[in-house]
Every structure is written in structure tokens, then in C-alpha cells.
């Protein structure tokens, strides 16, 4: 059994900045690549950031150069600090991981967390 939390959603002015957090817990082998998607209301969900377990980074044109993700492997765990908030990034946004568990180590399995709103406002 794998779960997925994240936290560090909230409310902010546009221009701000949030830093998410998405911890990865349980029977847990090896984690390979981790990201960040989100999905706003009435919108389909997109790719925010994902990375490798050896750092390798990916982002939506959107927010290149305001976010930026990162991760501990020695934690379980992905970050996406977000600078220069805009309205448009409102959104509930869900952590990904793909994971090898323990017991089952020769598949990889995604597994999704509950997800965090973030409301930026104009």
C-alpha cells in the first residue's frame, strides 16, 4: 500500500508565492519519476512539472520561469515552489508518482494524492 499527501495549497494575491509538498509513504521500493499536474474548474487535467529520480525537469510553457519543482529521494518527496502567481494558475493541483512497491517491485504503478486548491486572486 502506497499513499500520497500533499499540502501547502492555499489562497494568494496574484504575484505571490506558494511552495506545494507531496510526500509519498508505505511499501515503498523506488520511486521514479514524480510531477505535478492540475485542473481547473471546467478544464481538463495538464502536466504542471515532472521530474526524474535523477533530477531531470519537464514543464508546461505556462510556468516556466515561475515554478520550479524539486525532490528528496531520501524522503519520498516532490516540491513546486510557485512564484508570480497568476490568476490563471487557480486550479486544484495533484501530485503523481510512479512507484515501485515493495511486494511488486518488478511493475511500476501510478499512484495519485487527494489534491490541493490553489485560488489566486486578481
Known amino acids: 500500500q502506497v499513499e500520497i499527501v500533499e499540502s501547502g495549497g492555499g489562497l494568494v494575491q496574484t504575484g505571490g508565492s506558494l511552495r506545494l509538498s507531496c510526500a509519498a509513504s508505505?511499501?515503498?521500493?523506488?520511486?521514479?519519476?514524480m510531477g505535478w499536474y492540475r485542473q481547473a474548474p471546467g478544464k481538463q487535467r495538464e502536466l504542471v512539472a515532472d521530474i526524474t529520480r535523477g533530477g531531470s525537469t519537464n514543464y508546461v510553457d505556462s510556468v516556466k520561469g515561475r515554478f520550479t519543482i524539486s525532490r528528496d529521494n531520501a524522503k519520498n518527496t516532490v516540491y513546486l515552489q510557485m512564484n508570480s502567481l497568476k490568476p490563471e494558475d487557480t486550479a486544484v493541483y495533484y501530485c503523481n508518482a510512479a512507484v515501485q512497491a515493495r511486494d511488486s517491485f518488478w511493475r511500476v504503478l501510478e499512484y495519485w494524492g487527494q489534491g490541493t486548491q490553489v485560488t489566486v486572486s486578481s
Open positions: 508505505g511499501s515503498i521500493f523506488s520511486i521514479n519519476g
